[in-house]
């Protein structure tokens, strides 16, 4: 009598039980009811397809070669068999390669059963319909080809038979999938035998069009199934045409126990390091540019959400960058946390619309502070866990509209594990080697076939995105690239920490990946250099606080190793705005430059200084005064100010109709340097004003999976399994306990004990097994009562079931049932 899953479940020891939760949390969310709701979750089709997406290529050969040795009565297969038919092609695996993927398939119950007698869990075969790319036997499909393919010289003769066109269409259904859609008349073509092969590109995967296929559904190779819309159908390869094709590759197809080789020669991982170090120096820069743009000029948020195309091409112009690098950054900034939305009237928003914008926030501040190596982690993290498809914008959406910057339409909840997936691919090859993006694809189709297949696209702008930011350089994974993976990995996996992603940086240590990182990258300067054409160089990057001062008193020209900054006569005057004096500024040169500071510069200084704050600006309008009636009297003769319309208050005073920043702009542009004043007299210092949307958290999904369940520790798995034993006691004695039903009988019946969604798995999975279930509910008159049925099917809100006892078939409406158990 064969076991089932339940029942071996019941008999796994507590520990045992634990791991199995632990290879498979998904089982945990919520905590099942008791083992028998346990093991319907374990073979529900969302929880089977989880783990499957898991399992490596050569693993989901070996499931699929248990599918295909199953016998018709008992359905089960043993390791034996599977060993038999695994090796049975011209390449055979190693038998320990086989028998240790037939282990980890036990242990995550996926096969359940001794050595001898193992079954394959019911959700497998709805998740993937076809084994191995195999097509279901012709016995299942029509009577006729059963005819055909139960001969096996018959079979042979007929595909020797098939002309080429045919014979090309049955190879590539034999590579799989074994079924394809076939348009509109193609099944009515005649059929000479003498056609051309057909195109390669197959509708769904599979069948091409022509008179071919007519040939083969003559001649039973091919099964019609369906009609489909507008008169097109379905085709199927039935397994043993598909099974005679792979002679040649075995029953399997190629079996590949490890990853495949890469061919790229290594690099050098100096060399590496050193390009993926200069590259995160780059970014830094560039994410600096884009904020400061930001601030000085905020982007508008579109009413249908995110930035608009103009504006992200203005950005890029400025930055000297295409739209999509510009894209990138703009969302890595995001999610960082360092722009964010701000309404009209400063209040924090989340709301997309018309009156909002987006600038830097409040922590854009501490991140500039921040020492280089710290303001690309920052970067680097934000990207390997945010839930944004960078490579979407601009393409469109299913509504033909554009997808732009920070819109919901590039929101994909997948997006970190596909990060993860190729840079943990990079990281397990050996350090510095650069394979070429096709074969990180292939290696990726090994690892997870599942999860990689149909992705190849998110893939490449994976690698594309990683070399961008310095996570890669020259192809391959950085050292420090390789910490700040396993890192980000440790931190996911901690039980301990809430909020999933607490680096050593967070906790007050700079983490790993920044130690490593701030050994390759130069150290930061203090100093620079003032050449006699007034060009301030700074022979490394500066620290912050240097930078502070640069950004006042000098014009940024060039960036690199060694960036370039002039000196001018606006950025004087904008650092005696500022609040510099004449002094101040020949101290700060002095202190600062590895050279003599060049005459000219000091000249430059003297003549600004002396000239600003000899015209005083207020408000009238406007109004302009000055000790120096001979100046005023200038300025209202300056024929490029008439604009301004003057009028002689005093001899001292001049008063204009407009306002102070027009007359200033004005005055400025005339060459005069005048300086504004407050009510009572005193110099107003005109630093910047700089506009912060609100801090906020970074956008970070803190999880590179957050479609997956968390994983816990051992402890609490114990404490879970405890939880279900208890329920597992509980149902026992609710399946011996007397229920009442109408008329005051007592019948033998379950308490209600699980919740709605376990009983419809309950139902579901006793649907397949053509099980006797105790099903509770509430009848027409509010009264609870139980019945003894076997499910038939479950649809459009009901379950209808057959009572064997009556004989008769009940409809039971699935939101009046209560419980569910099954008899035992």
Same mark, same amino acid.
């Given at each position: 009598m064969t076991t089932s899953l339940a029942d071996q479940l019941r008999t796994l020891s507590d520990e045992?039980?634990?791991?199995?939760?632990?290879?498979?949390?998904?089982? &945990? !969310?919520?905590?099942?009811?008791?083992?028998?709701?346990?093991?319907?979750?374990?073979?529900s089709r969302v929880s089977v397809?989880?783990?499957?997406?898991?399992?490596?290529?050569?693993?989901?050969?070996?499931?699929?070669?248990?599918?295909?040795?199953?016998?018709?009565?008992?359905?089960?297969?043993?390791?034996?068999?599977?060993? %038999?038919?695994?090796?049975?092609?011209?390449?055979?695996?190693?038998p320990t390669a086989v028998r240790s993927a037939v282990d980890r398939l036990r242990a995550?119950?996926?096969?359940?059963?001794?050595? +001898?007698?193992? +079954?394959?869990?019911?959700?497998?075969?709805?998740?993937?319909?076809?084994? $191995?790319?195999?097509?279901?036997? %012709?016995?299942?499909?029509?009577?006729?080809?059963? $005819?055909?393919?139960?001969d096996p010289a018959k079979l042979r003769r007929t595909l020797l038979a098939a002309p080429p066109s045919a014979r090309a269409i049955l190879d590539r259904l034999a590579a799989g999938p074994p079924v394809g859609t076939v348009p509109p008349g193609a099944l009515e073509a005649p059929a000479t035998g003498t056609e051309d092969v057909l195109p390669p590109d197959l509708v769904n995967g599979g069948a091409p069009t022509g008179s071919p296929i007519r040939w083969l559904v003559e001649h039973r190779l091919l099964v019609r199934m369906s009609g489909g819309k507008g008169g097109a159908g379905t085709v199927e390869l039935p397994r043993e045409v598909g099974l005679v094709l792979r002679r040649d590759s075995g029953p399997l197809g190629p079996l590949r126990t490890s990853p495949p080789v890469v061919a790229s020669p290594p690099r050098e991982a100096k060399a590496v390091d050193s390009a993926g170090a200069g590259q995160t120096m780059e970014v830094v820069r560039q994410t600096e540019a884009l904020l400061e743009n930001l601030a000085a000029e905020p982007a508008p948020v579109l009413r249908s959400g995110g930035v608009g195309v103009r504006d992200l091409r203005r950005l890029a112009r400025g930055l000297g960058l295409d739209d999509q690098? =510009?894209?990138?950054?703009?969302?890595? @900034? /995001? %999610?960082?946390?360092?722009?964010?939305?701000?309404?009209?009237?400063?209040?924090? =928003?989340?709301?997309?619309?018309?009156?909002?914008?987006?600038?830097?926030?409040?922590? /854009?501040?501490?991140?500039?502070?921040?020492?280089? *190596?710290?303001?690309?982690?920052?970067?680097?993290?934000?990207?390997? =866990?945010?839930?944004?498809? &960078?490579?979407?914008?601009?393409?469109?959406?299913?509504?033909?509209?554009?997808?732009? &910057?920070?819109?919901?339409? @590039?929101?994909?909840?997948?997006?970190?594990?596909?990060?993860?997936?190729?840079? %943990?691919?990079?990281?397990?090859?050996?350090?510095?080697?650069?394979?070429?993006?096709?074969? &990180?694809?292939?290696?990726l189709d090994w690892r997870a076939p599942r999860r990689a297949r149909g992705r190849e696209a998110a893939h490449r702008e994976v690698l594309a995105e990683a070399a961008q930011l310095g996570v890669t350089g020259l192809g391959a994974l950085t050292s420090y690239g390789r910490l700040l993976l396993a890192d980000v990995t440790d931190a996911d996996e901690r039980a301990d920490d809430p909020l999933g992603l607490l680096s050593e940086a967070e906790s007050g240590e700079p983490s790993t990946a920044v130690r490593a990182l701030d050994a390759l990258l130069p150290a930061p300067v203090d100093h620079f250099l003032v050449q006699a054409d007034l060009t301030v160089v700074v022979p490394g990057p500066p620290d912050p606080t240097l930078a502070g001062e640069l950004d006042a008193v000098a014009e940024h020209e060039s960036a690199g190793g060694a960036s370039v900054h002039r000196v001018t006569t606006a950025s004087v005057r904008r650092a005696l705005d500022a609040g510099y004096s004449a002094d101040d500024l020949h101290a700060l040169f002095r202190r600062r430059s590895r050279?003599?500071?060049?005459?000219?510069?000091? /000249?430059?200084?003297?003549?600004?200084?002396?000239?600003?704050?000899?015209?005083? !600006?207020?408000?009238?309008?406007?109004?302009?005064?000055?000790?120096?009636?001979?100046?005023?009297?200038?300025?209202?003769?300056?024929?490029?100010?008439?604009?301004?319309?003057?009028?002689?208050?005093?001899?001292? !005073?001049?008063?204009?109709? /407009?306002?102070?920043?027009?007359?200033?702009?004005a005055l400025r542009d005339a060459g005069y340097a005048p300086v504004p004043e407050d009510a009572s007299g005193a110099t107003v210092l005109a630093r910047p004003k700089t506009r912060r949307a609100p801090a906020r958290m970074p956008a970070?999904?803190?999880?590179?999976?957050?479609? @997956?369940?968390?994983?816990?520790?051992?402890?609490?798995?114990?404490?879970?399994?405890?939880?279900?034993?208890?329920?597992? @006691? *509980? $149902?026992?004695?609710?399946?011996? $306990?007397?229920?009442?039903?109408?008329?005051?009988?007592?019948?033998?019946?379950?308490?209600?004990?699980?919740? +709605?969604?376990?009983?419809l798995a309950v139902l579901q999975q006793a649907v397949r097994d053509k099980a006797l279930v105790w099903v509770g509910y509430v009848d027409a008159h509010g009264a609870t009562a139980s019945r003894l049925v076997r499910p038939v099917s479950i649809g459009a809100g009901y379950l209808r079931a057959e009572d064997e006892r009556t004989e008769m078939l009940h409809t039971f409406a699935l939101h009046r049932i209560t419980a569910a158990v099954r008899e035992d």
């Open positions: 045992s039980l634990a791991a199995l939760l632990r290879l498979r949390p998904d089982l &945990v !969310v919520p905590v099942p009811a008791d083992v028998s709701a346990l093991a319907i979750r374990a073979q397809a989880r783990a499957l997406d898991g399992l490596d290529q050569f693993t989901l050969l070996i499931l699929d070669a248990a599918r295909l040795t199953r016998h018709p009565e008992e359905g089960g297969t043993s390791t034996e068999e599977i060993l %038999a038919l695994a090796t049975a092609g011209p390449h055979p695996p190693a995550l119950f996926l096969l359940h059963g001794p050595e +001898h007698d193992l +079954h394959v869990v019911g959700g497998v075969d709805e998740v993937s319909p076809y084994p $191995a790319g195999l097509g279901r036997p %012709a016995s299942e499909l029509d009577p006729r080809a059963a $005819a055909v393919c139960t690098t =510009t894209a990138l950054l703009f969302e890595v @900034a /995001y %999610a960082a946390g360092l722009v964010g939305e701000l309404d009209l009237t400063g209040a924090a =928003t989340t709301r997309y619309g018309g009156d909002q914008q987006i600038l830097p926030t409040g922590g /854009y501040e501490v991140w500039r502070a921040s020492s280089l *190596a710290q303001r690309w982690e920052q970067l680097a993290r934000a990207w390997l =866990t945010m839930t944004r498809q &960078v490579g979407l914008v601009g393409q469109r959406d299913d509504r033909d509209r554009p997808i732009s &910057v920070l819109s919901a339409e @590039a929101e994909r909840a997948g997006a970190p594990a596909a990060r993860h997936a190729v840079l %943990a691919t990079l990281a397990d090859l050996a350090p510095a080697t650069a394979p070429t993006p096709d074969e &990180v694809l292939e290696l050279t003599p500071v060049p005459q000219g510069l000091s /000249y430059l200084v003297d003549d600004v200084a002396r000239k600003h704050g000899g015209l005083r !600006v207020g408000s009238a309008g406007g109004y302009v005064r000055s000790d120096d009636e001979a100046l005023l009297t200038e300025v209202l003769s300056d024929k490029r100010l008439e604009a301004l319309a003057f009028r002689r208050l005093a001899p001292t !005073v001049l008063a204009t109709p /407009y306002q102070v920043g027009r007359m200033l702009t970070a999904t803190h999880s590179l999976d957050p479609l @997956a369940a968390p994983r816990l520790p051992m402890p609490r798995l114990l404490g879970v399994v405890e939880q279900i034993r208890r329920g597992e @006691a *509980a $149902a026992r004695a609710a399946r011996r $306990a007397p229920a009442v039903v109408r008329g005051g009988a007592a019948r033998t019946g379950p308490v209600p004990a699980h919740s +709605h969604s376990d009983a």
